[in-house]
């Protein structure tokens, strides 16, 4: 048995064989929910992976590698009929430095965001039918020409957006003193109020069919909502609050595997069910959701570590 501890590529952690908890049962949901969504849940809680599964199963360019990837999976029993039919378009705002002033937070991003239009340009240049124009001083330029070019090949565009409001945070976080620096990312025609603009009319029949957005918290979204308002916040649904993270019975059902490798006794492999529930605690994200859901690497940090001492990890 190999844990994925810190690996949030799905399509490494599928071809490397390593330990997956299936999730793509949600993805029939998730096309059910809405067109734009919002995912929120604490950091470390396996956002990213998500994504990146969503990433795999719907990019047109993974087609021959349906089975290979999705095979095994409940998906891939009954897939829905938009898979591998999409350009997906994936930006992560963890990597966005919020440093400088306003105006160097909107240089970061723009730079961060055209560099993503290249490589989108990359990956596609077979299937588009006119290359993508870069605009080095607006990404929200770019962005459109990238959309232009989608359009003509009859194929919709998903957006993946991870972290969106990281470098937000990071501002708030730092001193009460940056309000003027987050008013200026976030309020009247700031650099991040402008690209959800851009992102909204994007989405009103230019070539955007879907928006999937994860995040910590829901404070700068408000902030966005005169620029960015349908969004549908599907992150206190009961169907989603096992969405990421691990139920418990999936835990006791991989500790009794260790327990089996490790010779342990079943009070051992009680008493370890029992101290993941002391340390690493359950959450219920939806009031009216059963059961409780644990932070995924956490749990992988234990089971890992558990998995190769046969005994539960020192720190």
């Not at 956002?47 to 089975?67: G, P």
Request: glycine residues 6%; proline residues 4%.
């Amino acid at each position: 048995m190999k844990f994925p501890y810190g690996i949030s590529d799905f399509d490494s952690l599928i071809t490397r064989r390593l330990h997956y908890v299936d999730r793509t049962d949600h993805i029939p949901l998730l096309e059910n929910a809405g067109d734009q969504l919002l995912f929120l849940r604490p950091r470390r809680f396996g956002k990213s992976l998500l994504l990146s599964m969503l990433e795999n199963y719907y990019d047109i360019n993974k087609a021959e590698r349906f089975e290979e990837l999705f095979g095994n999976l409940a998906i891939g029993q009954d897939p829905t009929p938009e898979y591998n039919q999409y350009f997906v378009l994936k930006w992560d705002f963890s990597v966005v430095s919020s440093e400088g002033d306003g105006e160097e937070i909107r240089r970061n991003l723009y730079d961060y965001l055209n560099m993503r239009f290249s490589d989108f340009y990359r990956n596609y240049q077979s299937i588009l039918s006119e290359p993508i124009r870069i605009d080095p001083e607006n990404a929200t330029a770019s962005f459109q020409s990238l959309l232009t070019a989608v359009r003509q090949t009859g194929h919709p565009l998903y957006l993946l957006i991870d972290e969106y409001d990281n470098f937000a945070n990071e501002i708030m976080v730092r001193d009460r003193t940056e309000e003027n620096r987050y008013q200026a990312i976030l309020s009247g025609e700031g650099c991040m109020k402008a690209l959800f603009k851009a992102v909204k009319a994007a989405a009103g029949g230019q070539g955007l069919r879907r928006v999937f957005i994860t995040g910590v918290s829901p404070v700068a979204m408000s902030d966005l909502t005169s620029s960015y308002n349908v969004a549908e916040n599907i992150y206190l649904l009961p169907e989603f609050n096992t969405l990421c993270g691990f139920r418990e019975p999936e835990i006791a059902k991989i500790l009794a595997m260790i327990a089996e490798e490790c010779k342990l006794t079943g009070s051992q492999m009680t008493d370890a069910l029992s101290m993941v529930r002391t340390f690493y605690n359950g959450y219920r994200f939806s009031r009216r959701a059963e059961g409780l859901v644990y932070n995924p690497t956490l749990a992988l940090y234990f089971l890992k570590a558990f998995h190769r001492d046969c005994r539960y990890p020192e720190e």
